[in-house]
């Protein structure tokens, strides 16, 4: 999964003081810890032209940042919002990778934003899921008529996944969800301290650990919202089991599909797999 930008001197968000979320930050310590406090750049050959700059409110009480660019295409087929996996090139993630430039390419608008604590969003606290409903509302909003759908991998697949579970109004209609785990304990058994803090966690708060995982969230599946999980043989850290049990998790008669790849890394799948990936996630929200 990869790396958190949250700086203290950040702060948080308009009229919430910064120390009100040093605690949260030291929580987040022994999952990103060697990452904090690093600054956004934009990615290394990426045209900037088209791009806009948006900053939205989050229920997690931060102001995220974002990056917008409208299709070329005559009639829009939609809008895709972009939810990074953790790495240092957060929202970032999406026009590097060139998921971003196939999406609008296909006629897609694509919103690619940053979690709070991450890229150029103020870290605050651990409620990513409301971060994910946020910024698909504000798409919604600003592209009234046209589907929202979202493009998750592994950190932010996860929480796009966990918010179907807030309940009221989920903003996506078809979600793209790459290499995610069931549970977080699940993918950061390999690492001692993080695990442990996970497992103290469901002891000592397990209505909050049950909110973080992707298979409660799954069991949540709003009617006529649709999920394509994927998931690769190559990938160590979510492996094809993660996608059965998550399957196993959704309710009879879901709207689940599943595309399995033989050998992409990690979060990986357009840029190891491009012609089983692409066709396969095009298909899914042309759908929509």
């Not at 605690?23 to 999952?31: G, I, T």
């Not at 971060?131 to 592209?143: K, M, N, S």
């Amino acid at each position: 999964m990869g790396d958190l930008v949250g700086s203290a001197v950040q702060g948080a968000s308009a009229g919430h003081p910064g120390w009100r979320w040093w605690w949260h930050r030291q929580l987040k310590r022994p999952f990103f810890g060697r990452f904090m406090g690093r600054g956004w750049r934009w990615p290394a050959e990426v045209p900037t032209e088209g791009w806009q700059r948006v900053s939205l409110p989050s229920g997690s009480h931060s102001t995220l940042a974002a990056l917008l660019k409208t299709t070329p295409a005559a009639q829009p087929l939609g809008v895709v919002v972009c939810a990074h996996p953790m790495g240092m090139a957060a929202k970032g993630f999406w026009l590097r990778e060139g998921h971003a430039q196939a999406l609008l390419d296909a006629g897609f608008h694509v919103l690619s934003y940053d979690f709070n604590g991450f890229g150029e969003s103020p870290s605050t606290n651990f409620d990513w899921s409301a971060d994910a409903l946020a910024t698909g509302r504000w798409a919604r909003q600003r592209f009234p008529g046209l589907p929202v759908h979202a493009l998750g991998a592994s950190f932010g697949a996860t929480n796009t996944l966990t918010a179907m579970a807030a309940g009221g109004d989920y903003p996506y209609q078809r979600v793209v969800a790459e290499a995610v785990p069931p549970t977080l304990p699940l993918f950061w058994k390999a690492y001692p301290l993080a695990h442990a803090v996970l497992r103290a966690g469901q002891l000592l708060a397990p209505r909050v650990e049950r909110r973080l995982r992707a298979e409660e969230g799954l069991r949540h599946l709003p009617p006529g919202v649709a999920v394509l999980l994927v998931h690769s043989h190559g990938d160590r850290w979510t492996p094809v089991a993660h996608g059965d049990r998550l399957a196993a998790a959704a309710p009879p008669g879901a709207l689940l599909q599943r595309l399995v790849l033989q050998r992409a890394g990690h979060t990986h799948g357009l840029r190891d797999e491009h012609a089983t990936y692409w066709p396969a996630v095009l298909r899914f929200l042309q759908a929509g």
